[in-house]
């Protein structure tokens, strides 16, 4: 079900063309997360047209350079453009933070890379969730984090995960790198999150993506600790005749092709080595202390997906800099 919403029949076709392997990548990475805790809640509108969604995962599973346990992380919060505003992103919030709450979830079980996918019914309610097949108790979350955006857009214009729509619902900063803000929402206590006004007038359904569930995979809240941010490391990357970049990406979002095919495109006016990234492994994400940007010879330069106009302009700062005079020509 997440067709049609990271990637849209509306967008433009080259945009479909280059972004259609990645939406595949993606939906296969969804199918491996399902047995580490990954949910996806699709928002629908009256006539079942799909408005956007909510993907969120045991911390300790995150697609963000993250430390913590015993909480949910989310992953994205993506609404259509069309429905802004509408009343979508508040249902998926409401829908997440009830999750947190009151989940009710199997025993903890070690991960299963073969574990099958529930199958989906037409005639499924739309409030309804797969239900496993093990036992279940209450075990709810003892909060919900994430990586917010201020004063910072996507690709240089996208306002993704804007920190100032999340801290309307009680979600406080808990550190900090630059434009990236890690926020959470502390559940543990009897305090409800503050929510904003309802800014529509026909509430939209949620209701979990058939296809993403089975059993999660967590520790007890009890020993849930301050989340906090693997920070970009700096690394030694000495080149040989070229200076080396190196475009990070993670096949949780699609997106992450079109900053690939952007980049790739601008940097071929320089003389450097590109090489391509993937940051699905959690050992890559602990050495670069990021799942999606620009590195040069080691050092990050942007720490968010960027368009290739964005990335030109960074790579041809840095080879301009003192610190890099007398090197091989920088210009093809």
Not at 118 to 132: A, G, L, R, T, Y
Not at 165 to 172: H, P
């Amino acid at each position: 079900m997440v067709e049609g919403l990271c990637l849209h029949p509306d967008d433009p076709p080259r945009m479909l063309r280059v972004m259609t392997p990645y939406m595949e990548q993606r939906k296969a990475w969804l199918q491996r997360m399902v047995d580490r805790g990954l949910r996806v809640a699709i928002a629908l509108g009256e006539e079942g047209e799909k408005q956007g969604l909510m993907e969120y995962v045991p911390i300790e599973w995150a697609a963000e350079p993250v430390n913590g346990e015993g909480c949910l992380f989310i992953n994205c919060l993506w609404v259509l453009p069309r429905y802004w505003k509408t009343g979508v992103a508040r249902a998926l919030m409401e829908h997440v933070i009830a999750r947190a709450r009151d989940t009710l979830d199997p025993p903890p079980s070690p991960p299963s890379s073969s574990l099958p996918l529930p199958s989906s019914s037409p005639s499924s309610s739309p409030q309804s969730s797969p239900s496993p097949s093990a036992p279940s108790s209450p075990h709810p979350y003892g909060g919900i984090t994430l990586l917010g955006y201020e004063r910072d857009k996507w690709f240089g214009y996208f306002p993704y995960m804007p920190v100032r729509f999340f801290k309307r619902w009680g979600f406080s900063e808990v550190d900090r790198d630059g434009s990236r803000v890690l926020l959470h929402l502390d559940l543990g206590g009897t305090g409800r999150p503050s929510v904003h006004p309802d800014l529509g007038v026909g509430r939209p359904s949620v209701r979990p993506d058939p296809g993403i569930g089975g059993p999660s995979v967590r520790p007890d809240p009890g020993g849930a600790r301050r989340p906090s941010l693997i920070r970009p490391r700096t690394r030694r990357v000495v080149p040989a005749t070229r200076h080396v970049v190196e475009v990070l990406h993670s096949s949780q979002c699609p997106w992450s092709g079109w900053m690939i095919d952007g980049a790739v495109r601008a940097l071929g006016q320089f003389d450097v080595e590109v090489r391509l990234v993937n940051t699905d492994e959690r050992a890559v994400v602990q050495e670069y202390g990021l799942t999606r940007g620009v590195c040069v010879d080691g050092q990050p330069l942007i720490k968010r997906l960027a368009s290739g106009r964005e990335v030109a302009r960074a790579v041809e700062r840095y080879l301009g800099a003192p610190h890099n005079k007398g090197f091989p020509s920088r210009l093809r």
